[in-house]
């Protein structure tokens, strides 16, 4: 017997992708290997059609908490809110927009990736002023 019946309903041209085993905790890197984040959750919004179609990825402790669930999940989620810098609430948000290959990792064009504004300033007040930190990208 099958664990995941078929799905019988009309298809949309295009590819499909399962978000559980092509997506989510996978790898977001630019063309040229750097990485940007890891897919904590995803982001759908309803079509005309009824579908819901992915329209960001969502990274982050605000993103993986609520997927963790019970208190780990409630103390993560409600931690990274305090300790947010961004003006905007929630997770880190990337648009699907900017993927452009789906495999082992994501692919996503080179742009503003402000997906981790409490790490990039850490990163910038704290872990840049240790000696040898410079090597830690490499």
């Known amino acids: 017997m099958n664990a995941t019946p078929e799905y019988d309903g009309p298809r949309t041209a295009g590819r499909h992708y399962s978000a559980r085993y092509h997506l989510l905790d996978r790898q977001v890197v630019h063309p040229d290997g750097t990485s940007v984040c890891k897919v904590d959750d995803l982001e759908f919004t309803p079509a005309a059609d009824g579908h819901l179609y992915a329209t960001a990825v969502l990274v982050g402790p605000q993103a993986l908490g609520p997927r963790l669930r019970g208190r780990l999940g409630q103390w ?7 300790l947010a810098l ?3 609430p929630g ?3 990337l648009s ?3 993927i452009t290959h789906i495999g082992s990792a994501l692919v996503c064009t080179p742009g503003p990736d402000r997906v981790h504004a409490l790490e ?3 990163r910038e007040h704290f872990v840049r002023r240790i000696p040898g ?3 830690a990208n490499r």
């Open 86 to 88: 961004s003006p905007e």
């Open 91 to 93: 997770p880190g948000r």
């Open 76 to 82: 993560c989620t409600t931690v990274a809110a305090r």
């Open 96 to 98: 699907i927009e900017r």
């Open 133 to 135: 930190a410079d090597h």
């Open 120 to 122: 990039d300033w850490i």
